[in-house]
């Protein structure tokens, strides 16, 4: 078998072989070049705390002694900020040997300030499936800025499957991007398995350079599409005259990288959510990055990536242009049979600084 993220006919393919198995029929845009978008179940746990399973314990299990209540999500349910969630999936797996899996929070969650982490039975990590992971699939969820309405069917989370070791070393990333020009940074930092971005606090012709969430707002319903005025929910933020901007703590800011991205059609990319490196802040959110994101033939010239960021204890000043992190690129199994991009009406595509979908 060849090494690499699995392609969307592949991921296809596991549904039709029982790999991936859920009660009700798939959505047909659930499956995405590069990875599956995973289901809320029919019911909710409200839990005291975070928690992992451990070894040779069931989340079922653990959730017997840390829910404090169950509720249906069936005709939909208000998640409240600062509390935290456990959520069966209707998607289970029963993974061949040699495939393993990672999740992670899909854009338009990231960009609402919601935390989730998929837990599985036996878990020592959050997002992690090893090969040949058999049972159920959990999502945690923390609404952090916002409280959101969620219902049965509701997608906050996605699935990526690999095979053997497809990540790019320091030298074959640095070809790649000779080749394909990943970035349009001047010099490409390139270190590791990563190439840097740097955030920008020019901004566009009026001088916007990101926004800050609000507290204490209206529900946020995640299945609605631009139903939502900004401004109920977000404080722009302006060019400063010293191209400085300071993080408050505990505060969750959007902001948008300078360079614009690109990720070639036999690749995927993965945002790394913490670099100790960079300072005392965080990109909060991993994210994927399909096959065709910023790729030219898919509609994707200038795409930039959004980042969801947040200072640690302390207030933090970042500078235009200062890293925040980093993009790492991994090979495709085989090419997808689709694009992120025009193929899919993708909300994100050509992007600039830019919110959720939920947002007009």
């Known amino acids: 078998m060849t090494d690499g993220i699995l392609p969307d006919r592949e991921i296809a393919t596991l549904f039709d072989t029982g790999a991936i198995a859920a009660p009700i029929e798939r959505d047909a845009d659930q499956i995405q070049p590069a990875s599956?978008?995973?289901?809320?179940?029919?019911?909710?746990?409200?839990?005291?705390?975070?928690?992992?399973?451990?070894?040779?314990?069931?989340?079922?299990?653990?959730?017997?002694?840390?829910?404090?209540?169950?509720?249906?999500?069936?005709?939909?349910?208000?998640?409240?900020t600062g509390c935290v969630y456990v959520v069966p999936l209707l998607e289970t797996l029963r993974l061949p040997d040699g495939i393993r899996a990672t999740a992670n929070p899909k854009s338009s969650t990231g960009r609402l300030d919601i935390f989730t982490r998929v837990l599985a039975d036996a878990g020592q990590e959050f997002d992690k499936l090893p090969a040949g992971y058999a049972g159920p699939l959990y999502l945690e969820i923390s609404p952090r800025t916002f409280p959101i309405l969620v219902r049965q069917g509701s997608r906050l989370s996605q699935i990526r499957f690999r095979t053997g070791e497809p990540l790019l070393s320091e030298a074959e990333l640095s070809d790649?991007?000779?080749?394909?020009?990943?970035?349009?940074?001047?010099?490409?930092?390139?270190?590791?398995?990563?190439?840097?971005?740097?955030?920008?606090?020019?901004?566009?012709?009026?001088?916007?350079?990101?926004?800050?969430?609000?507290?204490?707002?209206?529900?946020?319903?995640?299945?609605?599409?631009?139903a939502y005025p900004l401004a109920d929910f977000w404080e722009p933020i302006h060019r400063g005259k010293t191209g400085e901007l300071v993080l408050d703590p505990d505060e969750f800011y959007i902001l948008v990288s300078k360079e614009a991205v690109h990720v070639p059609?036999?690749?995927?990319?993965?945002?790394?959510?913490?670099?100790?490196?960079?300072?005392?802040?965080?990109?909060?959110?991993?994210?994927?990055?399909?096959?065709?994101?910023?790729?030219?033939?898919?509609?994707?010239?200038?795409?930039?990536?959004?980042?969801?960021?947040?200072?640690?204890?302390?207030?933090?000043?970042?500078?235009?242009?200062?890293?925040?992190?980093?993009?790492?690129?991994?090979?495709?199994?085989?090419?997808?049979?689709?694009?992120?991009?025009?193929?899919?009406?993708?909300?994100?595509?050509?992007?600039?600084l830019k919110l959720s979908k939920h947002f007009v």
């Not at 409200?46 to 829910?67: E, K, N, T, W, Y």
């Not at 970035?183 to 930092?189: D, G, V, W």
């Not at 207030?315 to 991009?341: K, N, S």
């Open 36 to 80: 599956l978008d995973l289901r809320l179940g029919p019911k909710a746990y409200r839990v005291r705390a975070s928690f992992l399973p451990g070894q040779g314990r069931s989340v079922a299990q653990q959730l017997a002694r840390f829910q404090l209540h169950e509720f249906s999500l069936t005709e939909g349910a208000v998640l409240e």
């Open 176 to 226: 790649l991007h000779a080749n394909e020009r990943l970035t349009t940074a001047q010099k490409a930092n390139i270190s590791g398995s990563g190439i840097a971005l740097s955030i920008d606090l020019v901004g566009n012709a009026d001088g916007l350079v990101g926004y800050r969430g609000k507290r204490h707002t209206g529900v946020v319903d995640v299945d609605r599409r631009g």
């Open 265 to 352: 059609p036999a690749f995927a990319a993965e945002m790394t959510p913490f670099d100790p490196l960079v300072g005392e802040f965080r990109v909060h959110y991993a994210g994927f990055f399909d096959p065709g994101f910023g790729h030219s033939a898919a509609g994707g010239t200038g795409s930039r990536a959004v980042l969801e960021v947040r200072s640690h204890d302390v207030p933090f000043i970042l500078e235009d242009g200062q890293i925040v992190g980093r993009l790492v690129y991994e090979r495709m199994q085989a090419l997808p049979d689709r694009l992120y991009g025009l193929d899919l009406k993708s909300n994100y595509q050509a992007q600039g």
